[in-house]
């Protein structure tokens, strides 16, 4: 569980850096964050019916942040720019920590359509 919310705030965070994910309320960006890092680290989207139900939200209410969520993760791999890297290095330096269980080094994003 401590991966699965640290890879959740490690999201949250990249969260920052595009504005379609901030025009996102922060309840459905919180929890399409949870569901990319339980599905990112278990394989499945078995959690989902649950996840969304505790949320109150539906899996169209959540879709745009995860879709924005998961093409985020999937940058973080491979920056398209110098420029980009430079701004995901604080990033991933925060998150290669062993208390944030090193998410940004050991979790390999989702390429899975969701």
């Not at 940058?75 to 890297?85: G, I, N, Y």
């Given at each position: 569980m401590e991966v699965v919310v640290s890879l959740a705030m490690y999201l949250t965070e990249l969260a920052l850096l595009d504005p379609s994910c901030l025009a996102c309320p922060g309840s459905r960006l919180a929890t399409a964050a949870l569901l990319l890092a339980h599905t990112t680290l278990s394989g499945h989207c078995g959690a989902w019916p649950?996840?969304?139900t505790a949320a109150g939200l539906t899996q169209a209410d959540?879709?745009?942040?995860?879709?924005?969520?998961?093409?985020?993760?999937?940058?973080?791999?491979?920056?398209?720019?110098?420029?980009?890297?430079?701004?995901?290095?604080?990033?991933?330096?925060?998150?290669?920590?062993?208390?944030?269980?090193?998410?940004?080094?050991?979790?390999?994003?989702?390429?899975?359509?969701?």
């Open positions: 649950m996840m969304l959540v879709s745009p942040a995860l879709a924005a969520l998961q093409r985020l993760h999937m940058v973080t791999t491979a920056p398209a720019s110098p420029q980009l890297a430079e701004l995901l290095m604080p990033f991933k330096a925060k998150f290669s920590q062993d208390c944030w269980c090193r998410v940004a080094v050991d979790v390999t994003p989702w390429h899975h359509r969701l």
